[in-house]
């Protein structure tokens, strides 16, 4: 049986996170702190789901400043460090994984697939055939307009340099995922119904978030990403 601490921890976890979200949704869209790349409407929200009061920190200082409202009350936004930019980029790639985390988690139970008598394998497979499409269409939106490029060579764009970030991300995902099935629920299996399930993949992803951090740091070192 899952530990009646852990079901309570996990329903508190989530219960932030979404508030968080909403606080943030409230601020773009009530507050009028629409984002110039539309895109990060949808990052900074997602992105609270697993970082929680975290991207709220982040969104007030990197976040709200690149609206033009912020600059309207205050002039241009504040230059951010560059380890600040790569953390925004790997935000920008872990919304996309998150969502096709979220997505292929659902899909799989609900579908009751199975792999040598394990749901992991099938989910391994969906996680990241989502993450993969959504992480490339979230950073379409974002390197194509940054260098007004066309729909092929914006794609291309997007593949060089998404590929390697949300390939990492998922990795640091997976490996927890693994951990979680063999190690700390090895007989009784958590699933997406259960609140203990979303929370310790809320906990994969900030890991996703780590293991990604060093290669979005080499990305936009070379050049391959665009700050955001």
């Known amino acids: 049986m899952t530990p009646a601490w852990l079901t309570a921890l996990a329903w508190f976890s989530l219960g932030i996170?979404?508030?968080?979200?909403g606080l943030i949704l409230f601020d773009i869209y009530i507050h009028g702190f629409r984002q110039k790349m539309w895109i990060m409407e949808?990052?900074?929200p997602i992105t609270a789901l697993y970082f929680g009061p975290l991207a709220w920190w982040g969104y007030v200082r990197w976040g709200r400043p690149q609206s033009k409202r912020w600059q309207q009350m205050h002039g241009d936004a504040p230059d951010k460090r560059f380890p600040a930019t790569v953390s925004v980029g790997v935000s920008h790639c872990g919304a996309?994984?998150?969502l096709g985390d979220i997505a292929g988690g659902w899909i799989i139970f609900a579908g009751a697939f199975e792999i040598a008598g394990l749901s992991l394998w099938p989910e391994y497979i969906a996680d990241y055939t989502l993450a993969f499409t959504l992480g490339i269409v979230f950073q379409y939106f974002s390197i194509a307009p940054m260098r007004g490029l066309g729909p092929r060579e914006g794609i291309v764009?997007?593949?060089k340099a998404d590929t390697l970030s949300l390939?990492?991300?998922e990795l640091g995902l997976f490996g927890w995922m693994a951990l979680i099935q063999f190690v700390f629920f090895p007989?009784?299996?958590?699933?997406?119904d259960h609140a203990a399930y979303w929370f310790l993949m809320q906990?994969?992803?900030v890991?996703?978030?780590a293991t990604s951090w060093p290669v979005n740091w080499w990305l936009l070192k070379r050049g391959i990403k665009e700050a955001m």
């Open 203 to 205: 906990v994969g992803m």
């Open 207 to 209: 890991l996703g978030f």
């Open 167 to 169: 390939t990492f991300f």
């Open 96 to 98: 996309g994984c998150t």
């Open 187 to 192: 007989v009784e299996h958590l699933h997406p």
């Open 157 to 159: 764009a997007a593949l």
């Open 42 to 44: 949808l990052v900074w």
């Open 17 to 21: 996170a979404f508030l968080t979200a």
